[in-house]
């Protein structure tokens, strides 16, 4: 059974940054295609980034382009998000996720079967 651990969340200000990091059990990370998504309140979940099982395609939300970066380290079993110059509206829950299956880059919640709990980012001055 796979098990997925959220870590590296917090309080950051305006313009700063945070690395969130995702460590994954019960399976090699060379065996799921990974996503990060994010519930901000009221609001749906909607996919962040998603990465392929070799790093050879990524996809990115437009709203973070340019200012997260998506890395996975296989051999460590570790996703990573790397988040700068953050803003108010990336205040969220932020969740990894894993799957066996084909990688699509549109990166929805529906092309995902292994969730973790999610990890609180909350950004405010």
């Known amino acids: 059974q796979v098990l997925i651990t959220e870590t590296g969340g917090g309080l950051v200000q305006p313009g700063g940054s945070l690395r969130i990091s995702c460590s994954v059990s019960?399976?090699?990370?060379?065996?799921?295609?990974m996503g990060w998504f994010r519930q901000a309140p009221g609001k749906g979940r909607e996919g962040v980034s998603c990465?392929?099982?070799?790093?050879?395609?990524?996809s990115y939300a437009d709203s973070v382009k340019g200012r997260f970066t998506v890395s996975r380290d296989n051999a460590q079993n570790m996703l990573y998000l790397q988040m700068n110059n953050l803003q108010p509206e990336d205040t969220a829950i932020y969740y990894c996720?894993?799957?066996?299956?084909?990688?699509?880059?549109?990166?929805?919640?529906?092309?995902?079967?292994?969730w973790g709990q999610g990890t609180q980012v909350t950004v405010s001055s």
């Open positions: 990465i392929s099982r070799s790093s050879r395609s990524i």
């Open positions: 019960g399976g090699s990370l060379y065996s799921y295609n």
């Open positions: 996720a894993a799957d066996s299956g084909d990688f699509w880059s549109r990166c929805l919640e529906s092309d995902f079967e292994h």
